[in-house]
């Protein structure tokens, strides 16, 4: 058992630290930097860390000079925070609960996979939402020049996009024609080129107005236009890097075998548990960061998100389970039961989201203990 505890605000600069003994008092209680942990081991070197973030540069740093740590959600501290006095910093009530509560799960650094899997997903996610943005910043474009076309095409495929860098108003459609712009999207490789062009010919036959700033608005819809074609080429290279990192995993094949569960659930999901599964130590713990259904009390449809909720975990089990119902025999039986007993669709999908996880528990633990007895009986 720790002699003190500390809790920490973890900021971009700074943290707050909050340090009490057993008895609950203070012993420190003030703003140090991110890479300052001297003044806290000055006071005892058996210390227990309370942090907000489950990951990050601070927390990191605290893991590498090989510092206990626990993650004390913010649900926690709220639930918490109605028995203390006052309503300042939680630091000092991190640091209570820490020195109160035995069920906390020590924080451990994610594996070398993990933790890139961790950025390249990251970045995945935040290309694909730059890439809607500006699908939506084009069809805006589109619809003050030229509706027809934004109806008409499927803005958001390759195809329809591609098109666009070449022509972007009627005018300019109908005098090129149909043969003409067949022969250029040919030219680039574009899927279904006659089907396209005779669509881009159609749409621009049904409007003949000029509209006023309609030469500079073309121009900015070619703007746009290279501009989803770029965030595809990067969507395509991190995909490519996703796909390679992942396949580095020792579990991979145990998690490709999981139906429903592809390359990138199943990168989102060792991004999500840091890659190594086996420190959650059981399938019930690595299941607090995944869906659960609702076991008792009114059913209204919503999805309950557990205390220690993890989005990207909840995210990859729940997709992965909907896929199987396609795919998978197991999963129907399971699925169909749940609905008559009161449940929608998607608790009953959380249901068996919630099964699978003990599957997966149980595949990783087998393909672990295949893993390490060639290297026993070497030993032996």
């Not at 500006?134 to 619809?143: E, G, K, T, V």
């Not at 395509?236 to 075998?257: G, W």
Request: overall charge positive; aromatic content about 4%.
């Amino acid at each position: 058992m720790s002699r003190i505890w500390a809790g920490v605000d973890i900021g971009r600069e700074h943290r707050r630290s909050v340090v009490i003994n057993p008895d609950g008092e203070r012993l420190l209680f003030r703003r140090i930097l991110n890479d300052e942990i001297g003044d806290v081991l000055a006071l005892d070197t058996d210390v227990l860390w309370a942090v907000d973030l489950s990951h990050g540069g601070a927390a990191l740093l605290l893991l590498s000079h090989d510092q206990p740590m626990v993650y004390i959600t913010g649900l926690t501290v709220h639930r918490a925070s109605a028995s203390y006095r006052g309503e300042g910093k939680t630091d000092a009530k991190d640091a209570c609960q820490a020195r109160m509560r035995r069920d906390l799960g020590l924080l451990r650094p994610g594996d070398e996979t993990g933790v890139d899997l961790r950025t390249l997903t990251g970045r995945r996610t935040d290309v694909m939402c730059d890439r809607n943005r500006q699908i939506d910043r084009l069809r805006a474009q589109l619809l003050e020049i030229f509706p027809a076309s934004e109806r008409e095409m499927e803005v958001t495929k390759q195809g329809p996009i591609i098109v666009l860098t070449g022509y972007q108003t009627p005018a300019a459609i109908r005098r090129s024609g149909t043969k003409r712009i067949e022969t250029w999207l040919r030219n680039r490789m574009v899927r279904n080129a006659a089907s396209l062009a005779r669509t881009a010919v159609e749409a621009a036959k049904a409007e003949h107005t000029a509209l006023p700033g309609e030469k500079l608005a073309a121009a900015m819809v070619v703007r746009l236009a290279k501009g989803v074609i770029a965030l595809d080429e990067e969507i395509a290279e991190v995909d490519a890097l996703i796909e390679a990192r992942f396949r580095e995993h020792p579990h991979v094949e145990v998690i490709l075998s999981l139906p429903g569960m592809g390359k990138q659930l199943g990168a989102v999901l060792l991004a999500a548990t840091g890659g190594d599964m086996e420190a959650f130590g059981s399938a019930n713990r690595l299941a607090c960061l995944a869906p659960a259904p609702r076991d008792s009390g009114p059913v209204s449809g919503n999805l309950r998100r557990p205390r220690r909720f993890q989005g990207g975990l909840l995210n990859a089990m729940y997709l992965s389970a909907s896929s199987s119902l396609e795919s998978c025999p197991a999963s129907k039986p399971y699925y169909a039961p749940k609905r008559p007993e009161g449940k929608g669709h998607r608790q009953a999908l959380l249901a068996l989201a919630r099964r699978r996880i003990n599957v997966l528990w149980a595949m990783i633990c087998d393909d672990a203990c295949y893993q390490a007895t060639p290297a026993v009986t070497a030993a032996a």
